[in-house]
């Protein structure tokens, strides 16, 4: 089955610094990436994903690539707020038609003021 | 977006008794949903994929007997936790699949959860 590694396990950044996780995947037959953005005991929000047949999408501070060949996709947050702070799932879809996701392993993200 | 719902948030239960968690989908019809377990600082673990009118299923290792899904409608499915034990303490999250949107229809859309507490 699919296998997604997420890095790093945590990640802290200044203020209006750049973020950026790593995720990878084994599974070449994977075609949809969703990023997730976890709040201290509240449910994981979908903040942006990306389709297989894209190499990189960007909304506002917010932007995903992938690297199919590699099987590799990050996530990078620019100009970071104190508000960014909590943790962030990837997921990888192994198939489209169940909508199934494989989550990596998370990452807290601390952004200080 | 799409608006999915859990009920309890919170429940606190004996050993040996059981819960019944639910899952709904407010806006849309929900073919497909999916039952989480989170334990603290961790990942989604996926426990189970729960058709509408057909047998849920399990991931490995989750014992389909002691956790109990029904998906009786569209929008609505059920985990029941038979039989809990401590070690059953976890938060339990829900999602939904919404069909709307064609082709691309793999997004999920996650429930609040629910803290489940066995004493």
């Known amino acids: 089955g699919e296998n997604v590694e997420q890095h790093p396990s945590t990640l802290s950044v200044q203020e209006g610094d750049s973020a950026v996780i790593k995720c990878t995947y084994s599974d070449s037959a994977s075609n949809y990436f969703p990023w997730y953005k976890q709040e201290l005991g509240k449910r994981p929000q979908l903040i942006i994903d990306i389709r297989s047949n894209v190499g990189e999408k960007k909304d506002q501070r917010i932007a995903v690539t992938l690297n199919k060949t590699a099987k590799h996709f990050s996530l990078h947050i620019t100009e970071t707020q104190p508000e960014d702070s909590a943790v962030y799932f990837c997921a990888a879809s192994i198939d489209t038609n169940a909508g199934k996701s494989t989550f990596g392993d998370g990452t807290t993200l601390t952004v200080k003021p | ?119």
């Not at chain 2, 009786?72 to 999602?95: M, R």
């Open chain 2, 1 to 119: 977006g799409a608006v999915v719902s859990q009920h309890p948030s919170r429940v606190i239960c004996k050993s040996g008794t059981s819960v019944k968690i639910e899952c709904r989908s407010l806006d849309f019809q929900a073919t497909t949903m999916f039952w989480y377990r989170q334990f603290p600082k961790q990942s989604l673990m996926l426990m189970a994929t729960s058709n509408e009118g057909s047998k849920a299923t399990y991931e490995q290792g989750v014992e389909k007997d002691k956790f109990l899904i029904n998906h009786a409608s569209l929008t609505l499915s059920t985990l029941t936790v038979t039989s809990a034990h401590p070690e059953d303490s976890s938060f339990y999250i829900c999602s939904a699949r919404d069909p709307s949107g064609g082709a691309y229809t793999d997004t999920q859309y996650f429930g609040p959860g629910t803290r489940l507490t066995v004493l």
